[in-house]
């Protein structure tokens, strides 16, 4: 394995842990313990580390180091604007291009999801979350707009340890995401447009300062 795919690959580990909650958002990332976790070389890890500044998981501060981002309520609420955008009509397209067999998975990432939420700890439960919005999208036939849909997602997750500080909050998650299946097997495209919405701005409900 050449030097750059050995970097490549450790960005992708850490983009996904990060993503899994593994790491909270404004916690520093430590080179030396990013260098024994993951097994490779600090000039990686700073490589990996550039990488993922560059597309807004963490933050460089100079002669300090990287953390994970923190999203402020104003940077929040555009992210979830510019999901809205286009999560809604890729849900739409998902009525349309899915095949049997997506639905089959889509349901099955959904129980999974579902079923984990009062048996594994938050990082795992958030994969499995994780994995739900890949099978839903990855089928919408469209490539361009799935990547701009996991990259803006991905950029918000930290978010998340707010948001599912409370078990209800996970579990309406959980709710939703079996909405979105039921809505995608009868072919209800309002319905599927009313939970995705629903979905994308449920953390804006409560106090004013909650991210």
């Known amino acids: 394995m050449s030097k750059r795919e050995i970097r490549n690959g450790l960005s992708e580990r850490l983009r996904a842990d990060i993503a899994a909650g593994f790491y909270r958002p ?51 609420d555009e992210l979830t604007d510019t999901r809205l955008m286009l999560e809604v009509p890729a849900a739409l397209l998902v009525i349309e291009q899915a095949s049997e067999d997506d639905v089959a998975k889509i349901e099955a990432a959904a129980l999974a999801f579902d079923d984990a939420l009062e048996a594994v700890p938050y990082p795992e439960a958030q994969k499995l979350n994780h994995a739900f919005h ?17 990259e803006l997602r991905e950029r918000n997750l930290p978010g998340e340890w707010n948001q599912w500080a409370m078990p209800t909050k ?3 998650s959980s709710l939703d995401h079996l909405e979105m299946v039921e809505a995608l097997k009868t072919h209800d495209r309002e319905r599927m447009a009313e939970v995705i919405t629903r979905h994308l701005t449920r953390w804006r409900e409560g106090s004013l300062d909650q991210r």
């Not at 807004?56 to 953390?67: E, I, L, Q």
């Not at 890949?134 to 036939?141: I, T």
């Not at 469209?142 to 996991?150: A, C």
Request: aromatic letters at 8%.
């Open 26 to 76: 404004g916690e520093w990332l430590r080179l030396v313990d990013l260098e024994e976790r993951y097994g490779v070389g600090r000039f990686d890890v700073r490589q990996a580390l550039a990488q993922l500044a560059s597309g807004h998981m963490v933050s460089h501060v100079p002669n300090r180091g990287y953390r994970v981002v923190e999203t402020d309520r104003k940077q929040r």
């Open 134 to 150: 890949h099978a839903f999208y990855d089928c919408c036939g469209n490539r361009t707009l799935i990547d701009l849909i996991h």
């Open 170 to 172: 996970a579990r309406s």
